[in-house]
């Protein structure tokens, strides 16, 4: 039973990943506007026309548009379309899609937060819902990076839906199936270690289910004697509780919203004009923008690294509160 259910969420994960391929063999070529169909539009309030207007004085040859090979209809260019239309122009270029309609929707909102006129938060909530609802399988991170929100608002969403614990598993970004909940696997994974103490922290983590990081912490944790599962959150939220409100719940950055907040900074002549600002670029691109760090270090030193990234993280703590402090408030 447990393998029929993996199996099939490996074939849905699979499906997942070719719905959101773009047929890269096909090029680009030259349809009648007339028979194109308006998108499936994440944008709630529609085309801009000021955009449009915008689009229609440009004088050089508009990028292509996107338009699903089956239907017709727009999934990435509804400006450009109407930016053709008013300036007379009978055809357009464009790469035809090949995937289900639901692939087009999520290759409609990725480009959106690519380029062209950004989506709104509205816009993005409500993409994020309709994602939950064709993919309830995704993670919230993996919907988060998607539409260009956090996942703490994707979970938000989640709950809302009433989806939340229906699922013991999530398919997160990077196309691995995950456990809701690692408290079985970090029994197991304890269990494993105390009757085969020499096996490798990679096979552990492969039979349980677990990341290799979790499955070292298990390690960690018994040979300090402590329990190998997590007590409750209780801890942290005293934590917080006892922090007052300089240390209040930070805001969590979706991966493409990190992305895109490093862009910003990276703009700034007050950063990249000066050695510090520099340094503090590169260390945010390698350790904020870098999500496969952990994959490609060496296994032996895992716990070495981890330890010192903790440290390393009490300083970015410190630095982030010595910055709110400076902040003025308005």
Known sequence: MVMQSENAIRARRKQCDQELELDHESSV??????????????????????????????????????????????????HRLHAAK???????????????????????????IAHGLPLTTADRCAAASRVLRTHPLWSDR???????ISAHTVAKLRDAAGGAGQLAV??????????????????????????????????IARQVGLSLGTVSDVRRRLRQGEDVVIPAASGRASQRKDAGPALARPQVLSSQELKLMWQQLSKDPSLH???????????????????????ELPPHLAEKIALVA?????????????????????
Do not use: Y
């Open 310 to 330: 903790r440290n390393c993280s009490v300083v970015w703590q410190k630095l982030a509160e010595t910055l709110e402090g400076h902040i003025k408030p308005t």
């Open 170 to 203: 999530r398919v997160g970004r990077d196309g691995r199936t995950r456990p809701l909940s690692t408290v079985a696997g970090r029994q197991r994974a304890g269990e494993l270690m105390t009757a085969r103490p020499e096996a490798p922290l990679r096979e």
């Open 29 to 78: 070529v030259t349809l009648e506007i007339a028979d194109i169909l308006p998108a499936d539009s994440p944008r709630l309030e529609g085309v801009n026309e000021g955009h449009v207007q915008l689009i229609a004085e440009i004088e050089e040859e508009l990028p292509p548009i996107t338009v699903h090979g089956v239907t017709r209809r727009v999934i990435d260019g509804m």
């Open 142 to 148: 993996a919907i988060a990076s998607a539409v260009g």
């Open 273 to 295: 004009m000066n050695e510090r600002g520099r340094t503090l670029l590169v260390l945010m691109r390698v350790f904020c923008l870098d999500e496969n760090l952990a994959d």
């Open 86 to 112: 008013q300036r007379g122009d009978r055809t357009i270029r464009a790469i035809l899609f090949t995937g289900s309609a639901d692939a087009a929707f999520l290759h409609a909102v990725q480009a959106n």
